[in-house]
């Protein structure tokens, strides 16, 4: 028998044992461990992504850092953006030497010190240093843990991709839940409020320790429990076991065939969809930076006689998608939705985004103000419809353009370039974070207004190109929608 039968025979091999563990709506139970392993860091990252422009920019005396807005948006953009570039890294080092299980530890390990540091030293030092940790851990986990999901289905289950939307739901119930946990940690359990019941200073380093415990939970879960779920799965480094299927499954002298004309023009589609979702991204993590500071400012936040708080908001987006998410499923398989073209759906997606930034435009004219500068009193804040209305058109260009996007270059990507390819399309994130902290610190210089409208007619230009382009590049896409 040849190796690469004896290998295939492993692997089958791996995946009845995991089978015969049982299953659960039709999965193997090892899925919805790494479905509450990434819900818990996820939780983490986003209760902490909540809080944090709030926690830099108020002042020492509310327990904030005081740091002006434009700095702060620009720490928040690097920020988000360096954690998308890490995830590379993280993932050539499992591929390579540790395997994912490792990574993975490691990363959970990494950012639960880092939510510590940002918990117990609260200076501009313990932020920087608490970020970067948070950066690093994030690259060695966020790319592992999507890769073992994969690895508990057989090549060509169809379960698969049933199982990555289950995995999906993990991810926006982890970001769900977060923002609501940790506001009310911040702005109510550990607040100080005056005599007129107005907040005094807030328990941000509180919401930073719920982060951290939320982290642990994910990692004590996953250590405790993977061995006998997943069995194998992740332990060995993916490099490894590419060697050893040299003799069938891995066709090394593919690598060096030049690309064929086909191939490059599919490339050229990638890099090209990849430049306007850049764009998409900028504007869309205005949610995290620019948006929040209004929020917390010119938007009324009382709903029957209780202020929101404004870290809250952050769960609006991941609620629509869990709520909006099935019906968009459903309607990508529907005749009508199956219709549309990728570059269809993305660019609506782009003009669903501009639409929403509308919204915040009118929401600019029902504030009104006296002073400027340090010296200003809002006398008027804009209705809360505006501001959940942005985030409703936000979530629909977002499952026009994200998951899609994921899918087509999975699609268009030549075997032997696809982990790179992949690379490409997240590093779009990673210049995107970082155009939209620049654009946030701009808000204050330009105002509001002028930001919002500005984005709005941007991407809803954009939008309008793709939607030209659409003919030339689906012939470019060579039949792969």
């Known amino acids: 028998m040849a190796n690469s039968e004896v290998l295939i025979d492993k692997n089958d091999d791996l995946i009845d044992r995991i089978e015969a563990q049982g299953t659960i709506f039709g999965h193997p139970k090892g899925l919805y461990l790494l479905f509450f392993t990434e819900m818990w860091e996820r939780f983490s990252y986003y209760g ?9 920019t108020k002042l020492w005396m509310e327990n904030g850092l005081n740091i002006p807005g434009d700095k702060a948006s620009l720490i928040y953009g690097f920020f ?43 200076t501009h030092v313990g932020l920087a ?10 690259g060695m986990f966020k790319p592992n843990i999507s890769t073992m999901v994969g690895q508990l289905y057989r090549n060509g289950d169809n379960r698969r991709d049933s199982a990555f939307s289950i995995f999906y739901m993990g991810i926006n119930l982890g970001a769900l839940l977060a923002p609501i946990v940790i506001a009310i940690l911040t702005d109510d359990v550990f607040a100080t409020r005056g005599e007129d019941g107005a907040i005094i200073s807030y328990g941000y380093k509180y919401g930073f320790l719920a982060a951290a415990i939320g982290m642990a939970i994910g990692q004590i879960l996953f250590n405790w429990l993977s061995s006998k779920y997943l069995l194998e799965i992740g332990v060995e480094p993916g490099a490894k076991k590419q060697e050893k299927n040299s003799e069938g499954i891995v066709d090394r002298s593919n690598k060096k065939q ?21 764009f998409f991204w900028a504007g869309f993590e205005q949610a995290g930076s620019s948006m929040t500071l209004y929020t917390d400012k010119y938007i009324d936040r009382n709903l029957f006689g209780w202020e929101i708080p404004t870290a809250i908001f952050q769960s609006v987006n991941p609620l629509f998608i869990v709520a909006l998410g099935p019906i968009f499923a459903w309607f990508w398989n529907s005749k ?31 504030v009104q103000t006296t002073g400027s500068g340090e010296k200003e009193v809002v006398t008027q804040k804009a209705a809360l419809i505006w501001l959940v209305m942005t985030y409703f058109f936000h979530t629909i260009g977002e499952l026009c353009l994200s998951p899609v996007g994921l899918s087509v270059v999975t699609k268009l990507a030549p075997l032997k370039l696809a982990s790179m390819l992949m690379g490409v399309w997240m590093l779009s994130s990673f210049v995107a974070n970082i155009m939209g902290g620049y654009i946030a610190m701009y808000v204050e210089k330009l105002g509001a207004a002028t930001i919002f409208v500005s984005i709005a007619a941007f991407v809803i230009t954009l939008g309008l190109l793709m939607l030209l382009l659409t003919s030339k590049l689906s012939k470019m896409m060579h039949g792969v929608k």
């Open 80 to 122: 988000t953006g360096f954690v998308y570039l890490t995830p590379i890294i993280g993932g050539y080092i499992a591929d390579n030497y540790i395997g994912q299980r490792k990574a993975i530890t490691i990363g959970g390990i990494t950012m639960f010190a880092g939510q510590l540091v940002l918990f117990a030293v609260n």
């Open 48 to 56: 902490m992504r909540a809080i944090l422009m709030l926690y830099m």
């Open 336 to 366: 009508y939705g199956a219709k549309l073209t990728t570059p269809v759906k993305m660019s609506l997606g782009m003009i669903l985004l501009g639409i929403g930034f509308l919204f915040m435009l009118f929401a600019t004219y029902g």
């Open 129 to 138: 240093m608490g970020l970067l940790l948070l950066i690093l851990g994030n």
């Open 258 to 278: 030049p690309l064929t004309h086909e191939e490059k023009q599919r490339i050229t589609v990638i890099f090209i969809l990849t430049f306007f979702v850049i």
